[in-house]
């Protein structure tokens, strides 16, 4: 796909619902007593897989349309063991937090798959806490194919050794089926979607603000669900036109959990106009419309305290550095390394190509901004969905373009990207073979 530069990003647009939220909103949905109705599902590649798991356990879920789905919960202890292995394809999320609802099934043995990306990346994380409650998870080499065999769980303390949403998510979930209170710590605070959803669904839960208890459930439910837009979707955009002279674009409903907001901390920072309007709840999220308009932008430090509210938004943010005056310092982000590419690796080759001053470090990424705008190039998606959003808003805000390839890797968080961006962007998106 080639990607052409444009004079400025204009528009008002939606993004599809919140990945994370629309994970939890089935897999809760599925241990549920009776229907859960989602509304503002985002429906992408990785969420499929979520949806084609729960119904390998034995779940019925109608599609009414895109962006919504009814699931009917089976009850916790209703999955039933499917005699093939469950595919979770690219979808981490699903994998770790589904484990850890698998391993409160007492009657099952249960084999989880990934594809070729998901195969590499760490299951110990997992393995370790639920083998300490008493979980049969067995690894291959800390990877998958992982065999779980359900058992009767003991409730654990446990402290995270990496701030990770899916490593806590995964020991809350089990900790619906322990004998007990189940604390997680965090050293960060992480996204607490699945403390405020399984809350909403009638769980007892405790937060305090460096940690979380669950107590064994014997019922949850959970009638419905409104998903806000996902802010790591939105990302792409407000970078976008934060960085290209004359821009100015608002998204629509989307989710602003402290959690997760970040980037429009950082953007701020960094001297961006940003501006938030009709702030409102959605789904129990706070959530609200952004708009973002072009200035000129300063390089900005993020440390580790501040990663877990943006790690999804590293990459895209080292497009917002490269336009930026002065030095942009990312620190205490190397669980980059661990995600569907290793994003610091990824991220530092690709920009370098298309004429970004970037270094990589072992924990994050230092750039030099070039107030001049990105050469252009070809960028390399690396597979990743969030490289190939990247290479897209570098080819819109570049001198001479970007060849865009492994561009369909977009439609694991956001199969829309490039409609919505031709939108904001009228010219900028040429698919291959057209003419
Ligand atoms: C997610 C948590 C984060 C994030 C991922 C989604 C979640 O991963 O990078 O895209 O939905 O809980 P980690 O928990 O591994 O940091």
Redesign the pocket.
């Known amino acids: 796909m080639r990607i052409e530069p444009v004079a400025a990003l204009e528009g008002h647009v939606a993004v599809p619902g919140d990945k994370?939220i629309s994970?939890r909103a089935v897999l809760i949905g599925a241990i549920c007593e009776g229907e859960t109705r989602v509304s503002g599902f985002g429906r992408s590649a990785d969420t499929e897989s979520t949806i084609a798991a729960v119904r390998a356990l034995g779940v019925e879920v109608e599609e009414h349309d895109v962006d919504t789905v009814t699931v009917h919960g089976v009850g916790l202890r209703g999955l039933r063991a499917p005699e093939v292995p469950i595919a979770c394809g690219n979808a981490?999320?699903l994998v770790r937090l589904l484990a850890g609802i698998l391993a409160g099934q007492e009657r099952g043995e249960f084999e989880l798959t990934g594809d070729e990306s998901l195969s590499t990346r760490p299951m110990e994380r997992i393995s370790t806490p639920l083998t300490r409650m008493g979980a049969g998870v067995e690894t291959t080499n800390g990877r998958l194919p992982m065999g779980i065999q359900g058992r009767p769980l003991r409730a654990i303390d446990y402290e995270l050794p990496v701030a990770?949403?899916?490593?806590k998510?995964c020991v809350l979930l089990a900790g619906l089926y322990a004998d007990g209170e189940t604390t997680v710590v965090e050293p960060v605070p992480?996204?607490d979607h699945t403390e405020r959803m399984l809350e909403h669904a009638g769980a007892r839960v405790t937060r305090r603000p460096a940690s979380v208890t669950v107590e064994r459930a014997e019922t949850l439910r959970l009638p419905s669900v409104e998903i806000p837009g996902d802010i790591s979707s939105a990302a792409p955009f407000l970078v976008g036109a934060a960085i290209v002279p004359g821009s100015s674009i608002t998204v629509h409903g989307v989710g602003l959990n402290p959690r997760r907001a970040g980037i429009l901390d950082v953007l701020e920072r960094m001297g961006a106009r940003v501006a938030i309007y009709n702030r409102r709840s959605i789904g129990g999220e706070p959530a609200g419309d952004v708009e973002v308009r072009a200035s000129d932008l300063v390089g900005a430090t993020i440390v580790a305290d501040e990663v877990?509210s943006l790690?999804?938004e590293l990459p895209i943010l080292a497009v917002a550095a490269c336009h930026a005056r002065g030095e942009t310092v990312v620190r205490g982000a190397d669980?980059l390394r661990a995600?569907e590419s290793d994003r610091i690796e990824a991220v530092v080759e690709e920009l370098r190509r298309i004429g970004g001053h970037i270094r990589g470090t072992r924990d994050g990424f230092r750039i030099k901004g070039v107030p001049a705008r990105l050469r252009g190039g070809v960028v390399d998606s690396h597979g990743d969905h969030r490289l190939a959003m990247l290479g897209a808003i570098a080819g819109v805000a570049s001198v001479e373009g970007v060849e865009l390839r492994g561009s369909e890797a977009a439609a694991v968080s956001f199969p829309g990207f490039f409609e919505v961006l031709e939108q904001i962007a009228p010219g900028a998106v040429h698919y291959p073979h057209a003419t």
């Open positions: 994370s994970h981490g999320t990770s949403a899916q490593v998510s992480t996204r877990p790690i999804d669980e995600k």
